[in-house]
C-alpha cells in the first residue's frame, strides 16, 4: 500500500502504552516528546526503525487526540504530494475533513472513514525530512499515497 507509514493510537497515559507495547510485542520507542497544537498540549512518540511505525499520542480533553474515554485506534497515515487536492479527493470520495492542522501551520488533515472506525491522516511529503530526522535518523524517503494528492 503505497504511501502507508504509520497507525496511531490515542493513549491517556503513553508511558503505560510504551510499556505494554514493549511487553506484548517487543516495540521499541523513541523518547517521547512535548509539542503544542494550538491550545492543546501533547506528547507522541513512534516506534523504532523502521515504516510502518506505531505512533502513541497523549492528548488533553477537547483535543483532536483526545482520549478521556480511553485508549483507541485513531487513524492510518499517509504521504501526500498535496494536502489541498488529496483532502479535496477524500472528501470528494465521501471521507469527510475531521480535523486539520494547516490553520496552525502543520501541514496534515485528518478524515473520517466510518467503515474502519478511526480517521485516515494525510502529511504533505514537505514534512517528511523533518520527521526521519526527528524519529528515524538515515531513515529511507517514504513513497506518498497514489490517488490522493
Not at 510504551?18 to 491550545?39: H, N, S, V, W, Y
Not at 517528511?128 to 526527528?134: I, N, R, T
Amino acid at each position: 500500500m503505497t504511501g502507508f507509514y504509520h497507525v496511531c493510537f490515542v493513549v491517556p497515559e503513553i508511558e503505560a502504552a510504551i510499556r505494554d507495547l514493549g511487553t506484548a510485542a517487543g516495540a521499541e520507542f523513541r523518547e517521547p516528546k512535548a509539542d503544542r497544537l494550538g491550545g492543546w498540549d501533547y506528547r507522541i512518540t513512534f516506534t523504532r526503525g523502521d515504516p510502518p511505525y506505531i505512533e502513541l499520542i497523549e492528548g488533553p480533553p477537547g483535543s483532536p487526540w483526545d482520549a478521556s474515554t480511553g485508549a483507541r485506534f485513531d487513524h492510518l497515515g499517509f504521504w501526500t504530494r498535496s494536502i489541498e487536492e488529496g483532502s479535496r479527493h477524500l472528501s470528494d470520495q465521501g471521507f469527510p475533513a475531521d480535523f486539520s492542522g494547516c490553520p496552525y501551520g502543520r501541514p496534515f488533515a485528518y478524515h473520517r472513514m466510518d467503515s474502519i472506525g478511526a480517521r485516515v491522516e494525510l502529511v504533505d511529503l514537505a514534512r517528511q525530512p523533518a520527521f526521519l530526522e526527528a524519529w528515524n535518523p538515515g531513515g529511507a524517503p517514504m513513497p506518498p499515497v497514489e490517488g490522493a494528492g
